[in-house]
């Protein structure tokens, strides 16, 4: 079992949850498949004010993976609340993260984190992009007017947003401004610090139990502000001056 020491940490798994009781087992186990032998790795669980037994269940997990770690949110704070206090809680350099209700097959986590390892310093971001989206019609329909409406406006050459399979480097992340919703728009705002993104066809799958508990990009109503918002940083955006140190010479 990869030790969850802060100094043996390469890459940090950050899955935010509320009320998944019924996925966190076997989701851990497909991560821990997955990494394994890999990279030294934590994975850190977001608990977002879940009231069924999730945290009961990461609880008694804990106690055979030293590397899982459990963060509770008092009240549910929403999923891009979930994903930065996970991020900001990583010892990895790199953050890996996915939904917690089984649809991201973790199977692709060594795909995404090797894109950012191997991409150089100007890689910021490794965005998954779903095929064969597990969703009804007209919620795929939803999907793609929203994304088209938000590509025309932001121009981030990013065709599904919506997945949440994603890695980046922490420092990156961390840069940006924090807002709810900020899980959205990862694309435009890592081009906005003016880093380059790669992009990794995985593939969709049904929720292994449960329903839905936070919102999707796609009910295009709900987003509107959040883009004009972003719309608005980005034109707002200058250059990072170059800076160097003068040093006294005696």
């Known amino acids: 079992m990869p030790s969850s020491d802060a100094t043996e940490v390469a890459v940090s798994i950050v899955v935010p949850v509320r009320n998944e009781a019924g996925n966190v087992t076997p989701l851990i186990t497909e991560i821990a498949a997955a990494l394994d032998g890999r990279w030294p790795y934590e994975i850190i669980y977001v608990n977002d004010g879940s009231t069924d037994a999730t945290g ?18 008092a009240t549910s704070s929403g999923q ?18 996915l939904d917690g209700d089984g649809q991201n097959n973790p199977a692709f986590l060594p795909d995404l984190i090797a894109a950012i390892e191997n991409g150089g310093d100007r890689l910021g971001l490794a965005a998954g992009q779903r095929v064969g989206r597990k969703d009804t019609g007209f919620k795929k329909w939803q999907s793609r007017t929203a994304n088209g409406v938000r590509n025309a406006i932001l121009h981030d050459g990013t065709r599904d947003t919506g997945c949440g399979l994603k890695a980046f480097r922490r420092e990156v992340f961390l840069m940006m401004p924090y807002f709810d919703g900020l899980h959205r728009f990862l694309p435009a705002l890592v081009r906005r610090e003016g880093f380059d993104i790669v992009y990794v066809d995985v593939i969709d799958r049904p929720r292994h139990s449960g329903v839905s508990n936070y919102g999707f990009f796609d009910r295009l109503w709900i987003g509107i502000m959040d883009l004009a ?22």
Do not use: C, F, Y
Request: hydrophobic letters at 45%; zero cysteines; glycine letters at 6%.
């Open 56 to 73: 009961e269940r990461l609880a008694e997990l804990m106690k055979a993976r030293a590397n899982l770690r459990q963060i509770r949110h």
């Open 80 to 97: 891009s609340a979930a994903v930065r206090t996970g991020v900001r809680a990583a010892r990895g350099a790199i953050v890996a993260t």
């Open 229 to 250: 918002g972003v719309w608005w940083l980005i034109r707002r955006k200058k250059p990072t001056p170059v800076a160097t140190e003068v040093t006294r010479h005696d």
